[in-house]
């Protein structure tokens, strides 16, 4: 068995199935509640915020349909039936091959759904059952959990393994230029993590990028063909930049969603399990999530020569420079922030572990509101 499989972890048991479900169910709710307290204090744009809303509700769209896929776990449905998958030792994540394995489905729920009876045939067929046989249906109710998997990944609107970009316009500029926002997702296959991509540019072209039938195209395969979390901001930005001549990425910010830490899922090391440990929280509370921002901005432009007489705009991008870090980082800044329920907070400003004084805490209340702490 790899490495690789080894930090795989089947949830096999119906109850922990569901817990593990509706953690992440709240945790998705929580995100969005951060991100407005990030445009309240002025680090997120109203777009910001617009955009990664979008992409956390669909990360919840997913993690709901799946839910409906493994309603049925560990118990006895007559059909030979796998469990979630999870990441249980990095991540806490559903692995990669979960979201492969949900989106060929997708191209197929319409068939299947075709073959199926209805929810409400169904759920007559399971009355009949209880009062006529006096039995509990759990074949009838198999059958309904898939229908209600189908019927989501149907609906669309999911976080996929690729999502690919998009484009949004922000202002015209004085000097004729476009500015759009481009944002794209993937879900890392590494790290088995949601990471989202939003770069602000400009566009010096004849035709606005969104309109523009050999642009577009380009620019959407070069963006997903660099989309990996291996490679730096800088690095993806300035082979961007060299690639499209009348294009000019102004600002390059990767969003990494994740890890999810759990003491009764997950099995990290680090401070944070010794955190959860010493919390003791009750269910729904057991939790914590980082969240960590890399940003990349242009410092200032330059020319270079095209061709015989012309030349290009090329971007000079800022790079973090404390300690020479930037070189490291290949990005102007980096926010690490963390996400948890008021227990899990408590213990951990009791046991004050090393390196996480810089680490910004968002602190959720048992009423859903969110506290920022630095």
């Not at 009876?117 to 009355?127: F, G, R, T």
Request: aromatic residues 10%; charged residues 25%; hydrophobic residues 40%.
């Amino acid at each position: 068995m790899s490495e690789t499989k080894n930090t795989h972890k089947a949830l096999q048991d119906t109850f922990a199935s569901r817990r593990y479900f509706k953690k992440f169910d709240d945790i998705t709710g929580h995100l969005g509640r951060v991100a407005g307290v990030m445009e309240a204090e002025g680090s997120l744009s109203k777009v910001d915020v617009g955009v990664l809303t979008r992409y956390v509700t669909s990360l919840a769209f997913t993690f709901r349909a799946l839910s409906m896929k493994y309603l049925l776990v560990g118990r006895d449905t007559g059909q030979f039936f796998g469990s979630l998958q999870m990441d249980g030792v990095e991540s806490g994540f559903p692995v990669f091959n979960e979201l492969l394995v949900m989106a060929n489905d997708a191209q197929q729920a319409e068939s299947h759904l075709r073959n199926m009876p209805s929810a409400d045939s169904l759920k007559e067929q399971m009355v009949r059952g209880i009062l006529g046989d006096q039995e509990l249906p759990t074949k009838l109710q198999f059958a309904l959990s898939q229908r209600l998997y189908y019927e989501e990944l149907l609906r669309g609107e999911l976080f996929w393994a690729q999502n690919h970009p998009e484009c949004r316009w922000i202002e015209n500029l004085p000097d004729g230029r476009k500015r759009f926002m481009v944002h794209w997702a993937v879900y890392d296959s590494q790290v088995n993590l949601p990471t989202i991509y939003l770069m602000e540019l400009e566009d010096s072209g004849k035709h606005a990028l969104p309109k523009d039938e050999r642009r577009w195209p380009e620019v959407q395969a070069h963006l997903m063909g660099q989309a990996l979390g291996g490679l730096k901001l800088v690095t993806i930005a300035k082979g961007f930049d060299e690639s499209f001549d009348d294009l000019h990425p102004k600002r390059l910010r990767r969003f990494h969603v994740g890890p999810m830490y759990s003491h009764a899922f997950t099995a990290q090391a680090g401070p944070l399990r010794e955190v959860l440990a010493a919390a003791r929280a009750p269910k729904g509370q057991d939790w914590a999530l980082a969240w960590t921002l890399e940003e990349l901005e242009s410092e200032r432009v330059t020319q270079e020569k095209s061709g015989w007489f012309g030349s290009v705009d090329r971007e000079v991008f800022a790079l973090d420079p404390f300690s020479g870090r930037g070189v490291d980082t290949g990005a102007t800044r980096m926010e690490r922030a963390i996400i948890l329920p008021q227990r899990p907070y408590q213990a951990l400003e009791e046991l004050n572990p090393p390196g996480f004084g810089s680490v910004r805490k968002f602190v959720v209340s048992p009423q859903g509101r969110v506290l920022s702490y630095r």
